[in-house]
């Protein structure tokens, strides 16, 4: 009989918000794979459980090599739980390999639901919940970062992102540069936790405001790209699309029609539009 991996679900800040079943598969299972053992241990205490089982570690950087060694034991009957940092598994976290491998292996997989980051910040940002998407973390280098951006500069779902304090301001500036300065976001700070922040406004403001320096974990959330009429569309807006289809790789001709259908102009209308702003100084 095969045994069964677990995913189980952190709190983010708050220790209260420990699921009760997390409890139970602390104190149960065969084996805790732990993305970091130190904070499982104050985990642990925190809650008053005793494991039972062999804890392990498993992080980013011995993912790919611990993962053999755990399915080999779920395949001989143990129960495995997985626990990272905070938050679900697998979601910016490691996971992943251990689940593809366990589910290729026809090995059962269930979760302790618990606090999530993600649908947190999304919650409490005061944008459009009913349809998002989670692009993870961004790159750390400036031009991957804007290259990323602009895959999704036309992405109608509110975004959600996870980011680092120290590369804040960087982010905000480069979704200014490509959303534009007016669009709407939330940046969510240690969420559940006793300094808990959400702030909320333009990117060009909340840029501003990261300047001044951040600490603490961070989400963003960020607004949509709004739905426009042909009669909206000014001819800085047609500019900007065109020139972010350009830097995606587009050749300018090809980027021009594409954003003629998008907007609904004729194409002469948007290449006037380029023309115009190449020539102003």
């Not at 807006?237 to 300018?252: F, I, P, Q, T």
């Amino acid at each position: 009989m095969t045994g069964i991996l677990v995913l189980a679900g952190t709190p983010i800040g708050d220790i209260a918000d420990a699921p009760p079943r997390l409890t139970e598969e602390l104190s149960g299972a065969d084996v805790i794979a732990a993305e970091d053992t130190r904070r499982l241990r104050r985990l642990t205490q925190a809650l008053g459980v005793q494991p039972s089982g062999r804890i392990v570690s498993y992080f980013e950087g011995n993912e790919a090599a611990r993962t053999p060694e755990l399915v080999e034991a779920l395949a001989g009957g143990a129960r495995v739980l997985l626990v990272t940092d905070a938050g679900m598994p697998s979601v910016s976290d490691p996971g992943y390999r251990l689940v593809a491998a366990a589910v290729e292996k026809d090995i059962r997989v269930t979760a302790v639901p618990g606090p999530s980051a993600v649908l947190t910040a999304l919650a409490l940002s005061g944008l459009p919940v009913d349809r998002f998407c989670f692009e993870g973390f961004l790159p750390r280098k400036a031009g991957e970062r804007l290259g990323r951006l602009r895959e999704v500069a036309d992405e109608r779902r509110t975004l959600v992102y996870f980011e680092a304090p120290h590369r804040l301001d960087a982010t905000l500036t480069a979704m200014a540069e490509v959303f534009g300065t007016g669009r709407r976001a939330a940046v969510c700070r240690e969420l559940t936790k006793t300094y808990e922040e959400i702030k909320r406004g333009p990117l060009g403001e909340l840029a501003a405001w990261a300047a001044e320096g951040v600490r603490g974990e961070i989400t963003v959330v960020v607004e949509g790209a709004p739905e426009k009429g042909p009669e909206e569309l000014d001819a800085a807006e047609l500019v900007r699309r065109v020139r972010v289809r350009e830097e995606a790789g587009e050749r300018r001709k090809e980027a021009i029609a594409a954003v003629a259908v998008e907007a609904g102009v004729p194409k002469r209308e948007v290449f006037d539009a380029v023309v115009a702003a190449k020539r102003a100084p």
